[in-house]
């Protein structure tokens, strides 16, 4: 069992000190403190809550409010520092299901 720690503990160090963690980190910092972001995301979570009520009501006013919604959301998605997060989300996430996959591989043997 200490030995899973230790290479546990390896594993995690050699991860944290990849370029590609450290930039994801620094983007999701951005990120997190970025006014114009979280007011962005504020205002599609209110849209988000006016479409399902508005939809419970069957008002016919909902095709407007997801328009509004669709340009917040794409507004959002293509602010620049969200594209390089997401990019980088996606890269991160394709090394830890290698390096998961890798791990269960060597376990079955």
Known sequence: MNHSFEYAKELNDYLLNLDVIKEYQKYEDLISNNEEIKALENKMKA???KIVNQKAKQDSNVV???KKY???K??????????NYLYLKDEVNNLLQ????YI???LLK
Do not use: C, G, S, W
């Open 47 to 49: 849209y988000q809550k």
């Open 64 to 66: 407007d409010t997801i």
């Open 70 to 72: 669709q340009q917040l």
């Open 74 to 83: 794409d507004e959002f998605e293509n602010h620049p520092l969200v594209v």
């Open 98 to 101: 290698t390096i998961n996959a």
């Open 104 to 106: 269960n591989r060597e």
